[in-house]
């Protein structure tokens, strides 16, 4: 599977998970809303990064990407520990965030390495 669709499919979990939350319960719509802003800027910026004017450019957006990343899995993990969803059914998804973060990581340290940057 190409990364894109990877990427893709993890903002769709995500948009799934912001579906579950319970309605009216306090502060399920403020979770709702940052799980899904940040895990649809993740495949935006990955979309721009691939259409990137530089190396730099490229670099840039993907580090925007991984900081979309770890926000999306702080806020998974505070809606675990907040008991609105099961923590056990959020693991994949965290696990696909922080394996997504390394992809995007290496990809950043090898362009650097390219561009003596």
């Known amino acids: 599977m190409e990364l894109e669709?990877?990427?893709v499919q993890f903002a769709a979990r995500c948009v799934k998970v912001c579906a579950a939350l319970p309605p009216k319960v306090?502060?399920?719509a403020g979770f709702a809303d940052q799980v899904f802003r940040s895990s649809t800027s993740i495949a935006a910026n990955y979309a721009e990064a691939c259409e990137a004017e530089s190396a730099k450019d490229f670099v840039h957006k993907l580090k925007v990407a991984m900081k979309e990343l770890s926000e999306t899995r702080i806020w998974l993990?505070?809606?675990g520990?907040?008991?609105y969803i099961d923590s056990d059914k959020l693991v994949s998804l965290i696990g696909e965030s922080k394996e997504l973060s390394r992809i995007l990581s290496a990809s950043v340290t090898t362009t650097k390495k390219k561009?003596?940057?």
Do not use: Y
């Open 81 to 83: 520990e907040a008991g």
């Open 5 to 7: 669709d990877r990427i």
């Open 77 to 79: 993990k505070l809606i």
């Open 26 to 28: 306090v502060g399920s």
């Open 115 to 117: 561009i003596g940057g």
